[in-house]
């Protein structure tokens, strides 16, 4: 079981919408020991030169899911280097800036590609920050699937939108993604506190219920029975193998025959991250708790799957 993993927070979105701002912000928060990997979409690497710092690393000339994985991997394998050599300052946690056309899902798939780097960093959340005053939120392919991967929205500019559409654009982000915590940014203060708060690899769940936005379906699975870990592992590879490019991600924690802790499951496409352990269960409530993320796929057929492994198991 992987330890002491360093937490990685993923902050997308779309242009405009603040992420150089947050980022900023987050490493001049005062003690915050953090770590940046800036993905600009332009060769010059702005981002970078307006952010300063030795623990930044650039990664310019297209976003990451139009880069080769490798890159991604070689930048934070970098840093890791970088700090334990003492060529730069100590940190607790890497924070990735995607660009605004970016697709979230490369980050979470180098990771499980890269078994190496798994056993290093672990992403801890995913936040996508979102323009109020836009129109298009959820018209847009790759906002809406920035929002089913976002564990945490700010919500940029409400104060330019105006109460009634910021209101709206809340509403429909609760809708798009009702796991999410969402948060209205007004004049630039974002909750530093609560982003930076270690999350403990916990997934948030509100509904046993599949909730959908056009062809992105997110489905939210409560178990109070234990699961055979094999069983399930294979319907998760025969899910990835036969789909692997519509399943977006897998994430939460499952309640295994013979396992006393929370096993922390999580998938992209047709890869697996290596599972680890809580240290207790979240509320005390010792249950499976799942949500899986998939594109043109039926929640009852991925119901389906997952009872068929364990009626074969029983």
């Known amino acids: 079981m992987a330890s002491l993993l360093i937490p990685i927070l993923v902050i997308t979105g779309p242009l405009g919408a603040g992420k150089t701002t947050l980022l900023r912000r987050l490493l001049d928060t005062p003690g915050a020991r953090l770590a940046a990997v800036v993905n600009d979409f332009a060769a010059l690497g702005i981002d970078q030169m307006l952010l300063g710092g030795d623990t930044i690393a650039s990664l310019s000339n297209g976003c990451f899911c139009c880069r080769d994985q490798g890159d991604i991997a070689l930048a934070l394998n970098g840093l890791f280097a970088a700090r334990r050599a003492g060529r730069i300052g100590d940190f607790d946690r890497v924070v ?52 089913a991967l976002a564990d945490v929205v700010a919500i940029t500019k409400p104060d330019l939108a105006g109460a009634e559409h910021a209101a709206m654009v809340e509403s429909m982000v609760a809708v ?52 055979a870990w094999e069983p399930f592992s294979l ?5 990835g193998e036969l789909r692997g490019p519509d399943v977006l991600r897998v994430k939460g924690i499952l309640r295994i025959i013979g396992r006393e802790r929370p096993v922390v499951y999580h998938r992209v496409q047709h890869l697996a991250h290596p599972t680890s352990e809580l240290a207790a269960w979240p509320d005390g409530v010792r249950q499976t708790r799942l949500v899986i993320i998939a594109r043109a796929l039926d929640d009852g057929a991925i119901r389906a799957l997952i009872d068929a492994a364990q009626a074969v198991a029983g």
């Open 96 to 147: 990735i800036e995607t660009s605004g056309l970016a697709d979230p899902g490369a980050i979470l798939l180098a990771l499980a590609a890269d078994r190496d780097l798994g056993r290093l960093f672990s992403v801890d959340r995913v936040l996508v920050c979102v323009d109020a005053t836009r129109r298009d939120l959820l018209t847009d392919d790759v906002i809406a699937r920035q929002l």
């Open 176 to 227: 798009a993604n009702p796991s999410a915590a969402i948060h209205l940014v007004r004049s630039g203060e974002f909750p530093l506190g609560e982003i930076l708060a270690v999350q403990g690899r916990r997934a948030r769940f509100v509904a046993d219920a599949p909730v959908s936005h056009g062809a992105i379906l997110r489905c939210d699975i409560v178990c109070d029975e234990d699961w």
């Open 235 to 239: 319907a998760m590879q025969l899910l």
